[in-house]
Structure formats: C-alpha cells, structure tokens
C-alpha cells in the first residue's frame, strides 16, 4: 500500500493518533441530554433490530413451518421495502420533527413486534406464515424511520465542533447493539430453552423502554450550537439554487465520475453480498452443520464486536494509505473469509461441529478485518470523485448496488439453501439429516455446503481483483480532492 500525501498524517505516530481519537470524545460533554437519550435508544433498538434480522429466517422455518425458499421471499420483502422506504423516511422526520417521528416509530415496532408474538404463539392461527410476512412488510417503513431519526437527531444534538465524535459513538453503540444482538438469540434459544418467537418478545420489551427513554430524554428539537460556531455557518446553510430534477439528473448521468464509482460498487458487490449472508444463509447453514445447538448469535457476534475494536485500534491510522487500495485489499479480506468455510470439514481433524465452529471462528474475524478497513474507505472515494456540492448525491446513489445485492441474496437465499445446506437430503428415498449425511460421506463436495462457499467465494474474490487491476481508472482525479469522510454505517 502506498503511503498517503498528507504530512501531518505521517508525522504523528500511531500512539499519538489513537489518544486524539479518544481526546475528541471530551468534546460530547457539552451535548445535551437529548443526545444521550438517543445513544440509549440507538443501542436497546440496535439490539433488537439485529436480533430480529438474524432470526427471521429461522423463525420463519422452525416457527412457522415456511420452507427456505418462502422464508428467503419474505425477507426480501422485508428488507427491500426497508432500503425503499429510506428514500422517503427523512423527508418524514423533517416534516414531524424529533420527537414525535421517534414517538412514532418506536409505537409502530412496539406494535407490530407484539402482532408478530401472537402469530408465533398460536399455532391453530390460518395462514401464518402470510401473516407475518405482511407484518414484516409494515415494520419497513418504521425501521427505516429510526434510522433517518438517529442521523438526524446526532447531527441536530451535536455541535459543529462535536459532530464528528458524536457520530463515531452512535456507530460505535450501533455495533455494541449489533453484538449484544448476537448473544441475545443464544441467552433466549441456548440459556432460556425458549423458542425464536420470543426474540421478538425481546423486541417488545425494548420497544418499550424506548418510548420510556424518550419521553423523558428527548424534549428539546433546537439545534445546539456553541459559541465557537461561526456566524457564516447559518448563510452556508441557505437553500442552494434549486435546479428541475430531469436537468439535475441529465448533469449527473453525463458524469464520468459516476460510472467509474457504480462500477467499482458493482464490482465489490459480492463483498457486500457476504453481509447479507450473515443473517440470510449462516444462522441455518450453522444449525444444520454443527446442530441444533449452534451458538449462531454468539458467533455472528464476533462481526460487530470486532468493528468496535477495529475502529479504536485502526481507523486513527488508516490516513496513513492510499484510500483506493486500503478499498480494495479490505474488501479482498472480507471476499477470502469464505473460502474456511469451503474447506471439507474433515480436513480439519476434528469432529464436524467442532471443525465448524472453526471455520465459522476463522471466517469471522477474516470478514471484521476486511470490514474495518474497507467500509470506511468507499465512503472516503465516493467523497473524493464526487463533484463539489455532490458527495450527498452520489453517497446515495453508491447505496443502489447494495440495495439490489440485498434483494437479489434475499430472494436466492432460499434457493442456495436448498441446493447445498437444505436440512435433509434424500439418499437412496430416505431423507437423512444434512450432518448425517455429511458424516457418513454419503453426498460429494459438489452437493455440500463447501461448495455453496467456494462458489459465493470466488464470485467475491474476481469483483475484488478486477477493481485492483483497473486501479488507474478508479482513481483517475480523486488525487485533486482531499475530503474528510463522514462516519456513516454500513448495513
């Protein structure tokens, strides 16, 4: 990796990087209450919202009896119509302001969750599984309403001076509650004995202190400011000149720019695929290779509890590389995290459950050092090649491949299930367990999982390659421009 053309970054060692990193922290003492009540939020419906996710497969199955091909369609719906209804949720928390889209959105989970409780605990209820799938459809634009508010409620409780620190805690708090998501499937499934439904009972619960939390923490909508703030800042903050949006969207088509960042995105997408892997094909993969004790959660765990570790110990030096190529080669990490899992189990020398468990271990923390240093940097590019007054335009529109990886993953998850982890495989008009039969060698490579990941692997790994040997044309005018990236969380 080539050094970066920024003396100060060079100059400052990695120790005297990562104690300003902390140091920028002390700057949140002067944030109001408000921004804290919405940092507890973040984290209780964090841990909620990831539990959900990586459960609803498996609760669609095992609860409701969906097969993995109905199960992968109805989470599609979910988080299509999630991604969709993004587009508009912030125009809504603008329009109703703060405090009552929280209020909102919070009582439409609480809700809705409770609605997807009563499906999982009445099993003589007809049509269950169409049921929840409609449910999970009216979640979408709730979902997409607390992720606009948090954005906005950290940018309105911050000041100009503690806006950069108050969004590296709200995406380090958004991981803990990812993490804490994890061991919460474990404590309810492993712990408790209780069936998956009651992750959604989980769900209730924080939905609730939520509404307790903001109540009374979040009352005041005005922005903060300090008397550090400049004058200027409230002319820059005028409307721009407004321009028709057929004109608008000619002008950014006929950019160049932009086609050199959707190919670069379309090129990495099956980096990105891997993370819907993670709650679409792992949680069944692991239940039906190591058995149904799996530690799923604690495992898809790891992921974001190495970004919180990752972004304290790495992101104070990533300055010191080429943006491009940090992109790259932590995207060919994260592609390669797969290839563990498409190693045959017995080549690992140990039983099967626990030779998963190893490569579930490796494939992990692979996926989160990838993560670490190529998330941050594609938003650093974006920012870079964009033209000036664009970055918010084309960080939205670099979002489009990721949206169209979900839905296609989402709706082909069922089917990769079926064809390489599906629960039971027929041998000779006997359906044995897909561990059974695994063990007693009775399907080839070509039919078991190992080649499901292999395939996924090298789809990943070419994208990557393809970007390095194209590097030139990738960052042909990014070097004129020197941005400061905003934290932004990648999901």
């Not at 959900?52 to 599609?76: M, W």
């Not at 169409?130 to 979640?139: D, N, P, Y």
Request: a positive charge; one cysteine or more.
């Amino acid at each position: 990796m080539t050094q970066s053309t920024t003396p100060a970054a060079n100059d400052k060692s990695a120790l005297e990087m990562m104690r300003a990193y902390f140091r920028d922290f002390k700057v949140l003492k002067e944030t109001r209450r408000e921004y804290w009540g919405i940092q507890i939020v973040n984290i209780l419906d964090c841990t909620a919202y990831f539990a959900l996710l990586t459960i609803a497969a498996v609760f669609l199955s095992e609860d409701l009896g969906l097969d993995d091909k109905s199960a992968g369609y109805t989470v599609t719906v979910f988080t299509s119509a999630t991604s969709i209804f993004l587009l508009f949720s912030g125009m809504t928390t603008d329009w109703l302001g703060i405090r009552r889209s929280l209020r909102l959105a919070l009582t439409g989970q609480l809700i809705l969750r409770l609605a997807m409780v009563c499906i999982g605990l009445m099993p003589s209820l007809p049509n269950r599984g169409l049921l929840a799938g409609i449910v999970f459809l009216a979640m979408a634009p709730f979902m997409a309403g607390l992720q606009t508010i948090f954005q906005s409620a950290t940018n309105r409780y911050t000041t100009k001076r503690s806006r950069s620190a108050g969004f590296n805690l709200w995406y380090l708090f958004m991981n803990i509650g990812a993490a804490a998501a994890g061991f919460s499937i474990d404590i309810v499934r492993q712990a408790l004995n209780l069936p998956s439904v009651h992750i959604f009972t989980m769900g209730v619960v924080t939905a609730l202190l939520c509404l307790i939390v903001g109540h009374f923490m979040v009352k005041n909508e005005e922005q903060l400011t300090s008397p550090d703030d400049p004058p200027e800042e409230a002319v820059e903050a005028a409307p721009a000149k407004r321009k028709n949006p057929w004109t608008a969207w000619r002008e950014i088509l006929a950019e160049k720019v932009l086609w050199r960042l959707l190919a670069l995105v379309a090129l990495i997408l099956g980096v990105r695929a891997v993370y819907a892997y993670l709650y679409l094909l792992m949680p069944k993969y692991w239940l039906r290779t190591i058995g149904p004790d799996a530690a799923f959660g604690t495992l898809n765990a790891i992921n974001p509890i190495g970004i919180v570790i990752g972004l304290v110990l790495f992101i104070p030096l990533a300055n010191k590389f080429s943006t491009f190529r940090m992109l790259v080669w932590g995207a060919m990490f994260s592609s390669i995290a797969l290839f563990p899992m498409a190693v045959p189990w017995q080549m690992y020398g140990m039983s099967i459950a626990n030779a998963h468990y190893v490569m579930a271990l490796i494939a992990m923390a692979l996926l989160t050092v990838g993560e670490v240093v190529w998330s941050p940097k594609l938003y650093e590019y974006t920012a870079q090649i964009a033209p000036k007054g664009q970055e918010g335009t084309y960080l939205g529109l670099s979002l489009i491949p990721w949206f169209v990886a979900k839905t296609m993953v989402s709706g082909f998850s069922g089917h990769l299930l079926e064809r390489w982890s599906p629960e039971k495989v027929n041998i000779d008009g006997v359906a044995v367990p897909l561990q059974q039969a695994m063990i007693n060698n009775q399907i080839g490579y070509w039919d078991r999982p190992e080649a499901m990941w292999l395939i996924l692997g090298l789809y990943a790994l070419a994208g990557c390659i393809i970007a390095a040997i194209l590097e030139k044309w990738f960052v042909a005018g990014s070097e004129k421009k020197a941005e400061t990236p905003a934290t932004s969380a990648a999901t």
